[in-house]
């Protein structure tokens, strides 16, 4: 007599291993395999092996969304992690969600307001970022004039929109706001104009490929030497490799980890991963390394709950899973949000690395509650 043995549970992860965003996605690749790797060797899902599936996103809209349908329709995979862009999100959503109805899980960091049954986001949003760390920064620093540099798509624009509102609250001024195509690299006007208006503050939302150029640029100009403050939320210790350490220097983020947060768990989350993968794809959050590690812990949680693969119940359960130990400390999602309510740090570029300057503590997402399916 023999025994059926159970299908393996599918995931199905979509990043950037090519293209102008591959440091990040080899290293969301890289979490991903750790993860599971780990969840196997203690015996798998509810006795099951998970197969995990990567397919390489190329920082290309059209290739992610041909991959989220060969996931589906070839490796028919349980749930898909992934995207970077919040239209490479909008693209798998097409294949996995809208046609498919299969769960489908968002790690980047991003700028909210994605509200849907079927679809659960790992990464930080404004209410995050932009809430707690424009006042703060005002504060410490006295700044109040504010320009905004930033690539043309959603996300900056809905991010943009935040900081208007808290530079407002706080008495200061937007002095200047532009946007430019993704591969847009001369920014020399752009520059002239940020050091004419007196502004005191740079919020770049400007992307590879034209992110380094603008640095570049700006740092010649004379903005840092002057005593103007950079920032940039989705900056982190990857982001750091891309340019030199003077163009950055004192750059502040805002991000639910970073490499020098010193919890025991995350020490030694980020040592394994190191000893595992060596190199340049280092583990970082605004690379969605840590909303990757969330995504899969949170539904290894929801699938014990549930006791089976059945979306339905995984759904129930992921709404108000949690893990207690995680990169940056605890988290869980809000019920009802689909969100993440998650530590927050800031942290400042000094000498080629982030050091942490506050650590928030526990934000709520405050996002839309989502309506049943």
Not at 115 to 142: D, K, N, R, S, Y
Not at 202 to 226: D, Y
Not at 237 to 245: T, V
Not at 303 to 325: F, K, M, P, R, T
């Amino acid at each position: 007599m023999t025994t059926a043995i159970s299908r393996p549970a599918r995931v199905g992860v979509i990043t950037d291993q090519s293209g102008a965003l591959s440091f990040m996605g080899i290293a969301n690749a890289n979490v991903a395999k750790m993860v599971v790797r780990d969840i196997n060797a203690r015996g798998g899902l509810l006795g099951r092996p998970i197969s995990l599936y990567i397919e390489d996103s190329a920082t290309d809209d059209d290739t992610a969304r041909i991959a989220a349908a060969r996931l589906i329709e070839e490796a028919q995979v349980d749930v898909v992690i992934g995207g970077i862009y919040s239209s490479t999100r909008q693209a798998i959503k097409g294949p996995v969600v809208d046609q498919a109805g299969r769960l489908y899980i968002y790690p980047e960091q991003y700028e909210g307001q994605e509200c849907h049954p079927l679809i659960f986001c790992t990464g930080p949003v404004p209410a995050q970022q932009i809430e707690p760390f424009v006042p703060w920064l005002m504060q410490q620093t006295g700044a109040r004039k504010f320009y905004l540099p930033s690539a043309d798509y959603i996300w900056p624009h809905t991010l943009n929109k935040k900081v208007r509102e808290a530079v407002s609250t706080g008495g200061g001024e937007i002095v200047g706001e532009e946007y430019f195509p993704l591969d847009h690299t001369d920014y020399q006007r752009v520059v002239a104009d940020i050091m004419a208006t007196g502004a005191e503050v740079v919020f770049n939302t400007i992307v590879p490929p034209g992110l380094t150029p603008f640095l570049e640029q700006l740092h010649n100009a004379g903005f840092g030497a002057r005593g103007g403050r950079l920032v940039c939320t989705y900056f982190d210790e990857n982001f750091l490799n891309l340019a030199p350490p003077e163009h950055v220097e004192g750059l502040y983020g805002c991000l639910d980890y970073y490499r020098s947060v010193q919890d025991r768990f995350s020490i030694q989350l980020l040592n394994r991963y190191e000893a595992l993968y060596p190199g340049s794809a280092m583990f970082t959050a605004g690379s969605a390394c840590s909303g990757t590690y969330r995504a899969l812990k949170f539904w290894e949680a929801a699938v014990n709950e549930a006791g089976s693969l059945n979306q339905d119940d995984v759904i129930a359960a992921l709404d108000h899973a949690a893990i207690s130990e995680g990169p940056g400390g605890p988290a869980a999602m809000v019920p009802g949000q689909h969100h993440v309510r998650m530590n927050m740090y800031i942290a400042r570029a000094e000498s080629g690395r982030f050091e942490v300057v506050k650590n928030l503590g526990q934000i709520d997402p405050d996002e839309y509650e989502v309506a049943p399916g």
